[in-house]
């Protein structure tokens, strides 16, 4: 529907104002049609000479309205009402463009989350939109004509973590043939699924796939690995990020160092190795991770070290072949140039121990399910036998809780995604190898990828038993015969409607995954926000899962929220093109957002001086005046505010164009009689 | 218990009510608060089982009588004397539900005279007609 | 029977935090009163007190101030800077007899649509219950206000 | 010493005496200072919210608005029983978070010309007070004989943990305190994993067969991890455990004999008193045996090794290494 104004009159500025129904979205509560009848009408005096409203503006026969217009009526500032900026202030200002009207001289406000989702009444937000357009239309009077600005992009791109995520993520760029950085905090590559025997559902080993990756990784000229390293500092912007990292002391010597073992077969100081083996394994004070890890070269462990806790020992060194062993090693600060960031940096599991009524920690046979990849892994603690933690008794019966500390809102209210095919896979190894009765205590079974249920169906013909609910407790109390020595499992059979006590040799506990303890600092080194969940927030859920509301920075695998290998990949080699497409732009454009000093009007008072975190502002003091460095200001407009000789403007968001919103958002513009807009500056 | 807790949530939701009133879950509840605390929806299942109960209670809809009574006996002692009254309730619960049993339950009842741990007349507070002013205006409050 | 009092009520919200709660708020329908418009900033650093007196002398009742949490500005810190000049403006509101509710600083990261729809509830509320903002010169939507912001517009400070 | 608001509630004017006497013995070695709540009423244990909601926690209001007035230079109350500590702290805290409810309690109040500002007092049971406020330091200063040798299984019962409305306890399912306490005695605390398990509560009167088998896993269980002594914490616990542990043992025709004692019964001991300041001699289950076992201090000694060390094996030497505990990783 079209409403033309009654009477053309000689504005200079001519502004179309355009409606949308987004389908059901908006027009299902506010009276869209309405709006622009109002909008035409009661608007004309302040420029509006048409208004519509159609189904979908973000379509392309919508686009194409608004092009029409600013062709055949001479428009020369557009409004678009429909949902927010952030989805569509591109494609309404490429829309402008395309017609040739400069893209930010329109403006596009909020009816659908800021008005007809979150409002039910009617009458009520038909009102609100009305003052929305009228917010609209006087603050699109003092838009500038502007032109985006061009920044270039630092080739190079750091990837922050180095589990199978952030290997694909530094593999496809590097293939692409530009330099990336993997910065990984542990000794080794591989993250959490080095960790692992077997990948469900195809049940392929682990290593065997995930090795020749890290090997490339190890290998590739464009790769610079920076293992025992991390992130401290991020300054900058999207192309041209100045990157902090602290590389910690190895006490070894790389360009001595051949991996060949020594060390760590002399070191006499024997730990529990809380990381790679998740507390179920020993290793020395001078260790790698695990055999297969990349980069060869050890560490030494300086909490642990002999030599460092008592000043004697030094066997490593003794014993090392090559000289390699450096003790006087310090840490070292690396400064790195990157025009992209990916942050990859994983999960953590539950807290087994939280979970007090499941006994971990108090009963020995109680394990979590990382220990158990452990456990069942041919390199592990017991070469892949599954045995209990005596270290020799294999278990007759085994019972799998799922859903450990996930939808349950006393822990973590998401469903951690992984537990369900993950506990499938564990039953079918411990039937495989010990031929024991596997129960898997479930709330549902979730398997919604491709080839998971068949792989569910297949362990239910194994024999497996399941029992649906949610487990009681679990304890060492024998009240029946048969429950003497054993952990007992105490749960109701949802199904059969009954309470039972199920006595099992093995609880493993199918433990959720969590961010990771310092998410939230991590994600305020890298500028970005996390979830009240932790995970870190995308910039879309459904069509942009790998960017970040921050330009420059994208995230890959369990870091955005749990999910299984396959999808992780997907999200490293996303991740990679997004950057890639970027890299080979070779600039980028950025809203020119940006804050200037008029020099006639500042007084030289210096109450700006102080204000900008990116030192963007500087001082003259042979004029007496302040200038500010275009490429080095963000935007924030927090010294516009600031000056009280109103000589800082900043641009897009003016003084002028906030103060006639507001006016607009009061319906000044409307009631009564007639009034000239005012003559944008 | 003729339900176990989760049958009765069901049966909630499916609407039965009568079902849900006569049935003796609630009655079998100790007020352990494990459901509470182990609720994965932070539902106050102990709370809800002493709705149902005083809901029973109100519409007389339960079929088994012991607890019921047992209840009712206590806060009657309650609202006579301000204090509970272990010697009367036990020897009137007794005498009520488990005539036959009363002869085994005497060793417990003398030992607990003999040790001194039963009074055989009820202590009364200062104040009752204070509490018992309290508790009727409570009362009107819960049916209005 | 005259009709219930409902308050106008602008809200400044940040790009990068309080603004993406209002959408997350909306995607997730989470339901709260009309009464509140909003307006984006880039930064709540951008809040010059001025736009706040201007709301409440063209007609607002209130005027809530939103951003993103403290230590997580996408500037840095420049919500520190929104917070200083809220607290001296509260104090110069008092001393023009607004009472302290009318205007209120709520920190909402992107992931708090239902935090920042229950503050907005809770403020609309509250202001509700205030009844109209009584100012003397106060415009209410007469035009000498427009001409005259249009006036303090063209550069003059407040 | 420090004056705490004391609601004794009704089991410790009779049946719990022992819990009382107990407790006053070793008030002045804690420096703890009683004020006990004017006529006070019972609070209705697990049986009058079942009848009338309103009025039963108008009947805990009661107590509350009286306190609040005698709240002087002390806004704690403490309750040395379970279910009178949750049904005072319950209502104290519903009332905080439900307008209407904290509407209506002070409505049937006003009957009485009383009045409970919600959230004016501190409610706490009186192991709390012990372990945060005296300490557990304070408590070892006083030890003079230790209860080396006597293995204790700490009974918490259901209703001091749970539901824990104001997050007072560590963990609501395996709670710590009293095993620190009773550690701090110089006993042998075994980690009973029935702890935080019901009792049996009001089941003795209504329907006997579960509450025998609901006392027997508790007592079975000590027994199993060879406890001398169940130390508990609430009188409906100790009444339970003690009193129908003979009946229970006549009905499944087995021959338990683990005596029940307050924990305050044990301090009084570990601090020199005389058992019978301590109301000794009021259980059912004699306690005498257990008690000659820490008189004979040499009798213990000469115990094997063997039979004093848990049933459970914890660790083999060249097995798995186990989870660390939090307190583990206090102590290293």
Not at chain 1, 361 to 383: D, Q, W
Not at chain 1, 505 to 527: H, N, T, Y
Not at chain 1, 622 to 641: F, K, S, Y
Not at chain 4, 39 to 45: E, F, K, R
């Amino acid at each position: 529907m079209t409403v033309e104004s009654m009477s053309q009159t000689n504005h200079q500025e001519r502004i179309g104002v355009y409606v949308c129904h987004c389908g059901t979205n908006i027009a299902g509560v506010v009276d869209v049609e309405e709006v622009a009848r109002w909008a035409a009408e009661k608007l004309q005096r302040r420029g509006v000479i048409i208004a519509r409203d159609y189904k979908f503006m973000c379509s392309s026969l919508g686009q194409e309205l608004i092009e029409n217009d600013i062709k055949e009526l001479g428009l020369t500032r557009v409004v678009v009402a429909a949902c927010s900026p952030h989805l569509h202030e591109q494609t309404f200002r490429t829309a402008c463009a395309r017609a040739g009207l400069n893209p930010y001289l329109c403006e596009l406000v909020s009816i659908r989350e800021q008005v007809s989702w979150v409002h039910t009444d009617t009458a009520a937000a038909t009102e609100k939109s009305k003052a929305v357009v009228a917010g609209g239309v006087e603050r699109v009077l003092y838009h500038e004509a502007l032109e985006p600005l061009h920044v270039p992009i630092h080739p190079a791109t750091m990837v922050v973590g180095g589990g199978i995520a952030g290997i694909q993520a530094a593999l496809e760029i590097a293939d692409a043939g530009f330099p990336v950085y993997l910065v990984e905090r542990e000794p080794s590559i591989g993250g959490h699924m080095a960790q692992f025997d077997k990948t469900f559902p195809t049940l392929d080993c682990a290593a065997c796939i995930l090795t020749p990756r890290m090997v490339s990784v190890g290998t590739h000229p464009n790769i610079t690995m920076l293992t025992w390293s991390e992130v401290t500092d991020v300054t900058g912007y999207v192309g041209n990020f100045t990157v902090t990292v602290k590389k910690k002391p190895r006490y070894i010597n790389t360009d001595l160092c051949t991996g060949c073992g020594i060390c760590w077969e002399k070191c006499p100081k024997k730990v529990i190795d809380e990381v790679f083996e998740a507390g179920l394994g020993y290793r020395k004070a001078v260790y790698t991770p695990f055999p297969q890890a990349v980069p060869k070269y050890p560490v030494i462990d300086h909490e642990n070290c002999t030599y460092f806790q008592k000043g004697t020992c030094k066997a490593c060194e003794k014993f090392c072949p090559t000289g390699a062993i450096a003790f006087e090693q310090e840490e070292e600060y690396l400064t790195l140039q990157v025009g992209n960031i990916i942050l990859a940096t994983g999960f953590d599991i539950l807290d087994a121990r939280r979970v007090a009524q499941y006994g971990y920690g108090r009963y020995a046979n109680v394990f979590t399910s990382l220990e158990f990849e452990r456990l069942s892994n041919a390199a592990g603690p017991t070469s892949g036998n599954i045995v209990l933690r005596d270290g020799m008794t294999v278990p007759k019966t085994v019972g799998i809780i799922h859903c450990v500390g996930s939808r349950d809102r006393n822990y973590n209210n998401y469903c951690s995604a992984i537990c369900c095919m993950q506990s499938l896979k564990f039953a079918h190894l411990i039937h495989e190898r010990t031929g024991a009765t596997v129960y898997n205590f479930y709330i549902d079974i979730r398997t919604p990828a491709k080839a998971y249920d068949e792989f569910y169906q297949r362990v239910l013909g194994e024999g497996t038993i399941f029992c649906r609910g949610r487990v009681a407790e679990v304890s060492d109390v024998a009240l029946n015969p048969g429950e003497e020595g054993k952990l007992v499992i105490q749960t109701e059979d949802t199904l059969a409607g009954r309470q039972r006590r199920i006595p099992v040799d093995m609880v493993i506990l199918s433990v959720g995954l969590e961010p990771r303890q310092d998410a939230k600092e991590v994600a305020k080194l890298f500028g970005i926000s996390c979830s009240a969940d932790g995970w870190i927030i995308e910039k879309h859920p459904k069509l942009d899962p790998v960017v970040t509301m921050t330009e420059g920075i994208l995230v890959a695998g369990c870091a955005q929220g749990p999910k299984d290998i396959p999808a992780t990949v997907a999200q490293g080699a996303a991740a990679a093109v997004r950057v890639l497409a970027r890299i080979q732009q070779g600039q980028i454009s950025l809203e020119p957002v940006r804050a200037s000093v008029n020099e006639e009007l500042c007084s030289g008072c210096r109450i700006c001086n102080g204000l900008c975190p990116f030192n963007a502002i500087m001082f003259h003091e042979d004029r007496m005046v302040t200038e500010i460095n275009p490429a080095l200001c963000q935007g924030c407009g927090t010294c516009v505010a600031a000056c009280p000789t109103g000589a800082i403007t900043g641009t897009v968001f003016s003084n002028e164009q906030v103060l006639a919103q507001i006016d607009g958002l009061l319906m000044h513009n409307v009631e009564p009689g007639p009034l000239e807009p005012a003559a944008p500056a | 218990m003729d339900h176990t807790p989760r049958q009765i949530f069901a049966m909630i939701r499916a609407d039965m009510r009568d079902a849900v009133l006569k049935s003796n879950t609630p009655w079998h509840c100790v007020s352990c608060y494990y459901c509470t605390v182990r609720c994965p929806q932070e539902v106050h299942i102990t709370d809800v089982m002493y709705t149902l109960k005083s809901m029973a209670i109100r519409e007389k809809r339960y079929d088994e009588t012991i607890a019921p009574d047992f209840s009712q006996s206590f806060i009657g002692y309650i609202e006579s004397y301000g204090r509970s009254f272990e010697f009367g309730l036990a020897t009137r619960h007794h005498l009520r539900h488990r005539l036959l049993q009363t002869p085994a339950a005497v060793p417990l009842g003398f030992g607990m005279l003999t040790k001194g741990r039963m009074d055989l007349t009820p202590q009364r507070i200062e104040h009752i007609e204070q509490l018992q002013a309290i508790l009727s205006r409570a009362l009107e409050l819960e049916v209005s | 029977m005259t009709e219930p009092f409902e308050p106008v009520i602008i809200g400044f919200t940040c790009n990068w935090c309080s603004y993406r709660a209002a959408d997350m708020a909306g995607t997730a329908r989470i339901k709260y009163p009309p009464n509140v418009r909003l307006i984006r900033l880039m930064c709540s650093g951008r809040l010059d007190p001025m736009f706040v007196l201007k709301a409440l002398s063209s007609g607002a009742d209130g005027v809530l101030i939103t951003g993103c949490h403290p230590g997580e500005c996408h500037y840095l810190v420049q919500n520190y800077k929104a917070l200083r000049r809220y607290l001296l403006l509260r104090r110069v509101l008092g001393e023009m007899g607004i009472e302290p509710q009318r205007i209120r600083l709520v920190w909402a990261s992107a992931a708090e649509g239902v935090r920042l729809a229950e503050e907005i509830t809770r403020m609309v509320e509250e202001v509700r219950a205030l009844g109209p903002l009584n100012w003397p010169g106060r415009t209410n939507g007469h035009l000498e206000a427009l001409e005259q912001a249009a006036q303090q517009a063209e550069g003059e400070p407040v | 010493m420090a004056k705490y608001i004391f609601y004794p509630g009704c089991s410790l004017t009779r049946n719990a005496r022992a819990y009382l006497d107990s407790l006053v013995a070793i008030n002045d070695r804690l420096g703890i200072q009683l004020d006990e709540i004017d006529d006070w009423n019972c609070c209705g244990a697990t049986e009058y919210m079942a009848i009338h909601t309103i009025g039963a926690w108008a009947l805990i209001g009661r107590n509350l608005a009286i306190a609040e007035q005698q709240a002087n230079g002390s806004r704690t109350v403490m309750a040395p029983c379970s279910a009178c500590y949750l049904n005072l702290a319950k209502t104290d805290s519903y009332m905080q978070k439900d307008a209407k409810l904290n509407e209506q309690v002070n409505a049937a109040l006003a009957a009485g010309n009383l009045h409970y500002s919600a959230g004016s007092l501190e409610i706490r049971h009186l192991l709390d007070v012990i372990v945060n406020d005296v300490g557990l330091d304070a408590v070892k200063a006083e030890v003079v004989r230790p209860l080396s040798g006597l293995r204790i299984a700490p009974y918490y019962g259901c209703m001091i943990a749970r539901p824990d409305p104001e997050h007072r306890w560590d963990d609501v399912e395996h709670p710590m305190a009293l095993d620190r306490l009773l550690e701090a005695l110089g006993a042998q605390v075994i980690d009973f994993p029935m702890k935080t398990h019901c009792c049996g509560g009001h089941m003795t009167q209504i329907n006997t067969p579960v509450a025998y088998d609901l006392i027997r896993r508790l007592v079975h269980t000590a027994s199993e991890y060879r406890a001398d002594v169940i130390a508990v914490l609430c009188p409906m616990c100790q009444l339970n455990l003690d009193a129908y542990q003979p009946d229970m043992n006549r009905f499944f025709n087995t021959n338990y004999q683990i005596p029940i004692l307050y924990f305050t019964q044990l301090m009084g001991l570990a601090f020199g008193l005389e058992p019978e300041q301590l109301g000794f001699g009021t259980e059912f289950v004699d306690a005498r045996p257990a008690l000659r076992r820490i008189d004979i201090e040499v009798a213990v000694a000469e115990t094997p090794a063997g039979d004093a060390a848990p049933k459970r094996v914890k660790k083999v030497k060249e097995g798995l290494p186990m989870p660390r505990m939090p307190e583990d990783e206090e102590t290293s």
